[in-house]
Structure formats: C-alpha cells, structure tokens
C-alpha cells in the first residue's frame, strides 16, 4: 500500500482514493508532522494548489476534532492538471466525471480519472508536490465513519479509553510461541445457551476474513453495491448517516507503544448468527434463519419496525428510508436481475450473495455432481485483490474456511454475546522487534 | 375490616357540599349547555396542533421514513418515546380506578372518571406511533394473528413486539370497558336530564336501561369490583411488556433486568403528575373546586413523591449495576448519558424527575396548587426525556464504533410529538363537554354537609348503603 509523506507539513506528496462516497488524501504517520500527533485542528477547507498551474484544488475540512461531523480530508473541488494527458480534456476521458450538485454546497464527488498518469505502461495517480492554504469556509463531511478519533472523549471516563476487544491483534512471536502448542481444533466455547440447537445444518455457509491480509481498500464494498442492487444514496444522505451499504471497512486505530497509532481495516458484515438478535425481535417473521445458515431478509414480509436492526450488535442492517430513484432506464440496465430491487420501508442487509449459492447448487445439481468447495464465491471475496475473504461450509470439515476457522488467529467479533455468528476473522500480526520479534530474522 | 371501614367512615369528608342534587347540578352544568370561551379557545388550539401533526404523519407516509432524523444506528428515536411517554401517562387512570378502588382510597372518586379517560386517550395516542413508525404502515394488519393464504406465515409469538401489540390492545379494552361501566349511572342521571331527541335516545342506549333499583346498584358494584380485579394486573403487566421491548434486547443500556418496575414506577409517576395538571387546569376553569379539593392534590402530590423516589432509585440502580457489571459496553453507555453528547437530555430528566419533585416534600408546597402544577410540568417533561434518553443514548454509541452516529429530530418529528398532544387534549375537551367530568354516583358516596363535616360524620348516600354493606360484610 503506498504512503504520502507529509513533508514540512504545508507540502504533501498525494495520493487520491476514491471511495464509494468520498474522496480523500491519505497521510501517513510518519514524523511529528502527523496531524493528529501534533493536535492539529483544522477549522478551515484548506485548498492545496498542485504543481504551479493549479490553485485551491484540495479542500480538507476538519469540523471538531470530536464533534458530530468528524474530521477528514475530502477533494473538496478538483481541477485536472490540464495537458498533462497528451492535450486529452478532462471530458473525454471517460463517463465517470462529476455530476453537477443540485444544491449549492459544490460538486457531489469528483472526476479523478485526470489525476492518472501513464508511468511504466501502468496508470498511476499523480504525485506532485502540493501546499497548503485555508479556503475560510467549513462545511459537513459525508463520511461513514467519524475520521480521525482515535478514541471517544476521554471526558466519558475509563470506559471511554479502554480498548474494546473488537479487533484482535497479535505479534509475530507471540504467533510463534503460540504455535503448534496451540489445537484450536473444537476451540468454539461452551456456553450455557437457553435455545435448542435446532438448525441440523447441511451447510453452514460462512466466511472467514483475514484482516492481516485486507488493506481496506473497498474493493468488496463496490462489488457488494453492485452485485446486490445497493442504492447509492448521495452525499446529503450520507451525512444523515444512512449510507445503504451492506459491507463496510471499519477504520480502528491501536496503539503501538511508540507513539503512534496502528490502523487496522475490519470488513463489517451481517455475521449471519445462529442465533440472531434480528430474527427473535421481528413480530412478522419477515428475517428468518435458512437450513443452511444464512439470516435471511424477505423483503416482502417486511414491515419496516426497524427493531431488527436496532438490536443488531454488529448494526449491518440498512434501512430504505425513501424510494431510492430507479427511474433512469438505461442505469437500471447495471441492476442484476437475480437480486430484488427494495422498495421504501423495508430493511435489507448481506445476504451472503444468496443468489450466487443457489445458482451454484442447481448447476451442481444439474451436473449431477456435488457441490465443491470453492463453487461458490460471494461478490466480496470475488474482487479481493489480498483473498482475504474465504466463503465456505463451515459443516464441511475439509472446506478451507474451516480449516481457517479452526487455526490460532481465528475469532468472532462480540463472541461474549453468544449470538454464535458464521462470519468470523483472523488476527492482524504485527511485527514488533521491540517485543521479540526480530528473533524471526534470526 | 369492620374496623378499616369505620375508620373510613369518620374520616372527614372529602367533598363537602350542601345537598345530593347540588353535586348533580354542579357537575352537570357543561353538559349540553353553552362551551365558555376559553373551553372554544383551548379546543381551537388542540385541533390546530393535531391538524399539523395530521399533516406531518400524511407527509412521513407518503413520503418515507427518511423524513426523521433516524439512521442506520438509531432506528428509534421520537417514534417510541412518543409510544412509551404515552402509554405511561395512561397507567394512573387503571391504578385510580383498579387498585385505588381496591384499597378503598375514598379521595379517588373525585378524579377517577376524569382520569381513566386520560387512560383512554392517552392510550390512543400511544397506538399511533407504533402504527406510524412503521416502514410501511399499511401492511399493519400484519402484526395481527390471522388465518391467511400465505402457506404457514404466521406472526413471531417471540417478539416484544406482538406482546405488545397483545398488551396494548387488552389494555384499552379493559380500560374502556372499566371507564364505561362506572359511566352507567352518570349517564341516566344525565338522560333523565336530557330533553327529549337524538341525544336522549343515545344516552338511554348507552345507559342500558338503568332505572336505580337495589337490585341494579348490587349487580353494578359486583361487576365494577370485578372489573376492577382484572384490570389490576394490567397496571403492573403493560408497561412491564413495554419494558421488555428494551429489556429483551442486546443492547446495553436496554439489556437490564430491573427494566419492569423502573418502567411500572416510571408510569405511575407520569401519570399522577398528568392526572395532576389536568385537574388543576380543570377545577380551575370548569368550578370543580368542592370536588377537587387540595387535600385531593395533597396526596396525589404524596404519590408522585413516592413513585418519584422509586424512579430516582432505579436511575442510581442503572448506574450501579453498570459498575458491578465489569462490563465495559455498559460502563461506557452510562457515562455517556451522563456526560456524552446526549447529556443535556440525561440531566434534564434527572433535574425534573429527580429535584423538581423533592419540593412536594413540604406540606405548604403540596396544598399550593400552583407549584403543584409547576411540579407536574416538570414531571411530563421530565419523564419524556426519559425515554428519549434510554432510547437514543443506547443506540446512538453501541458495540461498534465504526457506526456511532448522532441523531437530532426533523421538523416533522417535532409536529408529530405536538398532533399527539393536540389529539389528546381534543379528546379531553370533547369528553369534558359531554360525559360528566367527575364520577356523580361515586362522588355521592363520600360527600358530607359542612356541618356534617364538622361533626366527621359523612351523609352518605342511601342508594350505595345496600351494595356497600354487601361488600364490606
């Protein structure tokens, strides 16, 4: 993953992403130029002029460090270095420029396919050399997630600062020391549960993902959106916190013990409990449990309490506050037709790409075969460039993702709740030499 | 019990007036005669405040739920504490006529009637919002168990919700079916009043041919005790149901088993203080002063003092438990409220429901009808922000921190809260024109002549004696 060095802190080496809703610059920690190091608070767009021919190109906009609008870096407006691309114009470059917003708060998203650069036969984003200037004027991010807090007020008390065991992390050694000693075959914890096991599942569909290996780059995010008919909701929307994706990268930050931070990217997902808080909550039914594992939504049932996802501790289910506009004939052409398009008032969420495993059960079928491991692929795990993501059976004690499940570094988020998900996760290893960690060179 | 009875017998009397047939003209003076201006003004008001809540939910409907300030973290904001507030307010009119009766609390006939109308209408205005909150509210009936054509879909007997559905509706029945039954006798004196004509005929329908024999009185007071029992339970069963909306989830700061009492306790206390500023407002416009004394307000004060105290209890509980817990999601969910961004919520509810009543410790205080209603104003706000705070600051900062979020309401969010009040006080308007506003017939039943009062021998009515015998025996 590239870093962008914050040199002498009014210069910026860039980097553009562009998410699903956002733009943004990215900073690396280097150095006590590091914003959040130096307590920077930023209450201005601050517009960086690029090269020498551009002026006010990168707006940043930081609210209250720790208010309701978070902080981030946001491409505020973006004009392309003009002839850099052979004369090519911004407009012939492709279909993805800006929309023109309807309000009068600036562009909803920008074009940054002139910012690539053909380097070594590869597109590049650009990198140059940019400054810094305050534009004088804020105005609300639309971001996900609240940027840039590392922790919750400390005003809230002890509970506020203390680490929630959400994501886990280890080192090299203790991995090391760890090891062989440790079978973590059977590890799955006996709690005293009141409900009966009444699921005899002939597959346990699940997925294990590798956050040592998921960068956060999004990726599964956009083939979630598209695979699924996810609406995309818009900036204003995004403010209000209504975002409509069924996965998400969470954005944790831990300490290293060294005076910087640690950031780890969690892919969020409905993690498909065997026993799902949802489903007990519903009074119509309308989000049930398959035989095989999955949480099901049905969309027609549907009454729209919302008490669903209220009570979902992981909170992936996304509500359809409006009509989402499906009026455009030619976009609706990108729907997929195996996946219903909601209507108003109905809540949706992951399905673990339903539509993909009954395709591939009735070509097994059709085949007269057995279903394999590895016919089925959600759309997530299809375009991780890392392969973080493994979707498997977890009843099947050959599937890799059983495998995965039972190795050292395998747990479930919130697993103390007993809700006993089928999504689980692999432990970021970090290389510590300060721990012990340089023994692994020797 | 020979002796309660006789000790109830020489307690002063509660409503002193000169003569049976006063109490009926008094109390029937509103009905049917001319509204006075300010019955026009605040009736005017109210259906104003309604049709801009009608307007807001007709746009919310048509529109979408997105018309809230909701989000994908807090799904639930105004909607259920707009539901629960509610549905608290209607818990003092069944303790008033249920237990109260039960425990032969002889001050509760003046306020009864009156209350277990709130109830009604309170009742009513609480079934809008789980109605409303819905995605798509047309497909309501859903939430009902009957018989369909979709192969085995039925309704989830697991969920808060369907139990609520089932406490809700059990609750009006019986509410509505207590408040009628006592109505019976009021509504003959009231048709035998009524000139002849359309509204006669409906009276002498709905007073299902009462004619004030010993045998009708015994028949009456054996099935109001009845009714009574049965409506006890319900007084602690319904808001005990509501709880567990919360109480059955995972959610910290929902997830907690003292959630029944603190939620029965909650309702008991806004109710009384409701109960409170209605009858302060009604004895001082519609000339109720004999029968809603300030010994009346002195020991409803006394139970919003007590029921008070329970709710300061369970706060400090809450707090407690969250500590002894070791359980750092609780922990954190509780100091939030305290000191996070909804912390403006969390101390108004603790400064009304928690300080403000502490001043009815005082005697001179409780008689002083003007504090007392200043109290109660307190309380309704107070208790309405306990329900904002349990509800939003649970939801808004959770396990997850990636999805916190705040929530502030919309303009439509505000309209409806405000129709819901302006439906209840056009319902209580409308009933204090045309249904007596204090219950006669029990009224009857404790009243005595000044000089009676001095002597601390009650005149009581002959017509309750057989009955009354009947039962005490």
Redo the contacts between chains.
């Keep these: 993953m590239p870093e962008h060095r914050v040199d002498g802190g009014d210069e910026l080496t860039d980097q553009i992403q562009e998410g699903p809703l956002r733009g943004w610059v990215r900073v690396d920690r280097q150095g006590p130029s590091h914003p959040f190091q130096e307590g920077l608070e930023l209450r201005d767009p601050i517009w960086k002029p690029i090269g020498e021919r551009l002026e006010r190109t990168w707006g940043w906009i930081e609210e209250r460090a720790q208010g309701r609008r978070g902080t981030a870096c946001l491409v505020e407006q973006l004009e392309p270095p003009v002839g850099d691309h052979g004369g090519q114009s911004a407009s012939k470059r492709g279909g993805i420029d800006a929309q023109p917003a309807t309000e009068g708060d600036g562009p909803v998203g920008v074009s940054v396919a002139p910012f690539l650069e053909l380097t070594e036969g590869t597109m590049r984003y650009t990198t140059r050399v940019v400054t810094i200037a305050a534009a004088g004027r804020t105005r609300p991010l639309a971001a996900t997630q609240r940027h840039h807090a590392i922790t919750a007020s400390p005003r809230l008390g002890l509970a506020a600062t203390v680490a929630r065991p959400i994501v886990r992390e280890t080192t090299v050694a203790a991995l090391a020391a760890e090891g062989a000693s440790r079978d973590r075959s059977g590890h799955e914890p006996i709690r005293p549960d009141l409900w009966p096991d009444d699921h005899p599942y002939a597959h346990r569909w699940g997925l294990v993902i590798d956050l040592n290996a998921c960068t956060g780059c999004s990726a599964c995010v956009i083939a979630c959106q598209a695979e699924n008919n996810i609406p995309v909701v818009g900036r204003d929307e995004v403010r209000r916190a209504r975002e409509m994706h069924w996965m998400r990268i969470d954005r944790y930050f831990s300490d290293t013990g060294d005076g910087s931070v640690d950031v780890v990217h969690q892919p969020m997902l409905c993690q498909h409990c065997a026993h799902a808080p949802c489903e007990t909550v519903c009074p119509v039914l309308a989000t049930v449990h398959s035989a095989e594992g999955l949480n099901e939504q049905v969309y027609n049932r549907c009454v729209g309490t919302r008490y669903c996802a209220n009570n979902c501790p992981y909170k992936v289910r996304r509500f359809n506050w409006f009509t989402y506009r499906h009026d455009d004939v030619r976009a609706n052409l990108v729907l997929n037709p195996d996946v219903t398009v909601r209507s108003r008032g109905v809540m949706e969420k992951c399905s673990l790409c339903v539509q993909r495993v009954q395709e591939a059960k009735a070509e097994a079928r059709r085949l007269g075969e057995p279903l394999r491991d590895g016919d089925i692929t959600t759309a997530c795990e299809q375009s991780c460039p890392a392969r973080a993501i493994v979707f498997g059976d977890l009843a099947d004690a050959s599937s890799r993702a059983t495998k995965l499940a039972a190795g050292g570094r395998h747990f479930r988020v919130l697993e103390e709740l007993n809700v006993r998900p089928g999504v689980g996760y692999l432990s970021v290893v970090r290389h510590r030499p300060a721990q012990g960690d340089d023994k692994r060179h020797g | 019990m020979v002796e309660r009875v006789a000790a109830a017998a020489r307690e002063a009397p509660w409503v002193e007036v000169d003569s049976l047939s006063q109490v009926t003209e008094d109390i029937c003076r509103p009905i049917g005669g001319r509204p006075t201006v300010l019955w026009w003004v605040g009736f005017l008001l109210a259906l104003s405040v309604l049709g801009v809540g009608t307007a807001a939910i007709g746009y919310q409907i048509a529109?979408?739920?997105?018309t809230w300030?909701?989000?994908?973290?807090v799904?639930?904001a105004f909607d259920i504490t707009n539901f629960v507030f509610w549905i608290g307010i209607g818990h003092a009119g069944t303790l008033i006529s249920a237990i109260l009766f039960l425990l032969r609390q002889r001050w509760r006939t003046s306020v009864n009637r009156a209350a277990e109308a709130m109830t009604l209408f309170a009742v009513m205005c609480a079934g809008l919002f789980?109605l409303i909150?819905?995605?798509?509210?047309w497909?309501?009936f859903?939430?009902f168990p009957y018989p369909n054509t979709r192969g085995s879909?039925?309704?989830?007997f697991?969920?808060?919700?369907?139990w609520d559905?089932f406490a809700i509706s059990t609750y009006f029945t019986i509410s509505l079916m207590f408040w009628y039954v006592g109505l019976i006798p009021d509504l003959a004196t009231v048709r035998d009043r009524a000139r002849a004509g359309l509204g006669k005929r409906l009276l002498s329908w709905f007073s299902l041919g009462w004619n004030g024999s010993y045998r009708v009185w015994q028949r009456y007071e054996i099935v109001y005790l009845l009714l009574a029992g049965l409506a006890t339970p319900l007084v602690v069963s319904v808001h005990t149901i509501v709880s567990w909306?919360f109480a059955?989830?995972?959610?910290p700061g929902w997830h907690a088993t003292i959630f029944p009492p603190y939620f029965v306790a909650g309702a008991i206390f806004s109710g009384m203080a409701m109960v409170l500023t209605l009858m302060i407002i009604a004895r001082a416009t519609m000339r109720l002063e004999r029968y809603i004394t300030r010994r009346h307000v002195d020991v409803m004060s006394k139970l919003v003092i007590a029921t008070g105290g329970m709710v300061a209890l369970a706060y400090g509980t809450e707090f407690f438990m969250a500590l002894y817990s070791a359980n750092?999601?609780e922990?954190?969910v509780f100091?939030?409220r305290a000191?996070?961004?909804f912390s403006w919520a969390y101390w108004t509810m603790v400064s009304c429901n928690v300080i403000a009543p502490q001043l009815l410790w005082f005697t001179r205080v409780r008689r002083h009808l003007g504090a007392v209603f200043a109290v109660s104003i307190f309380v309704n706000i107070g208790m309405w922000f306990e329900r904002f705070t349990i509800i939003v600051t649970s939801?808004h900062?959770?396990?997850?921190?990636?999805?916190?979020?705040?929530y502030a309401p919309t303009s439509i969010e505000v309209a409806t809260l405000a129709g819901s009040v302006g439906l209840f006080f056009t319902c209580f308007l409308i009933f204090c024109r045309f249904i007596p506003v204090i219950a006669m017939s029990e009224v009857k039943g404790v009243i005595g002549t000044p000089s009676a009062g001095a002597t601390g021998q009650p005149e009581r009515p002959p017509e309750r004696l057989p009955a009354l015998a009947g039962m005490e025996a």
């Design positions: 529109t979408g739920i997105g300030g909701l989000n994908r973290t799904g639930w789980p909150h819905m995605g798509r509210p497909l309501a859903w939430m879909l039925w309704i989830n697991r969920s808060p919700l369907v559905f909306d059955t989830s995972v959610i750092q999601y922990q954190f100091m939030n000191l996070g961004p939801l900062r959770d396990y997850l921190p990636s999805s916190w979020a705040d």
